[in-house]
């Protein structure tokens, strides 16, 4: 059942508390910042609302009427509640001014999100900043859940419940090691059939990089291939220990790949028709993120 309109006039059935404790309409103004007339007419227009008469003026001052003093009584709880609301709101508003919570994927994380803190740090020294590292999936239910106040994700599909935005790109990587069969045909680009049969490393369900390279290669493909051989590892550290022993080929983040293919340890495989490159994401829940995370996001924009 939809509330009245007369239960949003709570200023009103607070200046009538007032009234009732004061026995004065001018002694409840007075309390309450305003004129004797203007607290007049704030009563009478709640008594036109309620449809009841609520106090009976005399030379000795405003009695409640016997309705008055049931409004009087009912509306204590409800005047109590609204100011436990009020303290609440402004207990968030300034936790949200002191402090920032961040959910990140694992790219992010490691390689983008601290530059970006302590470029924020620099203007914000004492800010109480807790970042989580998590997969994509992991970071989405972060921020649903309100754990988080900003995410930042690899995945290529965003829920439709949070808001989105683009800071920035990252390529994945098909990696191998020198000794490894592919290894040789380096020089050519492979067919995306070339890599059904492989065992490939990959990240656990819910990660951004393993959902972008699954639909690269549907897409180029035009099915969804098997892959009977593939293998889910839950970290790119254990990937690339993997890969340089000759386990696979390795599907990473090319920032996670760049040390070791500069150093002649892992050779990069390109494949035809594989797109692989991918969008970062933020994501937050309503429609504008916090002060602070709306700092961090022009942070990272400036850097991209």
Do not use: C
Not at 73 to 79: G, K, L, P, Q
Not at 92 to 121: C, F, K, N
């Amino acid at each position: 059942m939809p509330l009245p309109p007369w239960i949003s006039d709570l200023p009103a059935l607070d200046l009538l508390l007032s009234v009732a404790e004061t026995g004065s309409v001018g002694r409840a103004a007075q309390a309450h910042g305003i004129t004797q007339p203007s607290a007049s007419a704030r009563l009478a227009k709640l008594e036109r609302r309620l449809g009841v008469p609520l106090l009976v003026r005399s030379r000795r001052g405003s009695l409640l009427t016997p309705a008055g003093e049931a409004v009087v009584a009912w509306s204590r709880t409800v005047i109590d509640s609204a100011q436990t609301l009020a303290d609440g709101v402004r207990t968030l508003r300034a936790d949200q001014q002191a402090r920032l919570r961040i959910s990140a994927s694992l790219t992010v994380a490691e390689y983008l999100l601290p530059a970006w803190l302590l470029s924020l740090r620099r203007t914000h020294p004492g800010l109480d900043i807790s970042a989580g590292v998590a997969n994509s999936h992991g970071v989405v239910e972060a921020v649903r859940s309100g754990a988080a106040d900003l995410g930042f994700v690899e995945a290529p599909g965003i829920p439709a419940d949070l808001t989105a935005r683009i800071v920035g790109d990252d390529r994945l990587a098909l990696v191998v090691a020198t000794s490894y069969p592919l290894a040789a045909h380096a020089w050519r680009a492979l067919r995306p059939t070339d890599l059904a049969d492989q065992p490939l490393l990959l990240r656990e369900p819910g990660s951004g990089t393993r959902d972008t390279f699954l639909k690269a290669i549907e897409h180029a493909l035009g099915f969804a291939p098997s892959l009977p051989h593939a293998i889910s590892l839950g970290s790119t550290t254990t990937i690339l220990a993997t890969v340089r022993a000759g386990g696979g080929v390795g599907v990473i983040s090319a920032r996670a790949a760049a040390p070791a293919v500069a150093a002649g340890e892992l050779v990069e495989l390109r494949v035809e028709g594989l797109a692989l490159t991918r969008p970062l994401h933020a994501l937050w829940l309503g429609r504008t993120p916090t002060a602070l995370a709306a700092e961090l996001l022009a942070i990272a924009a400036a850097a991209d």
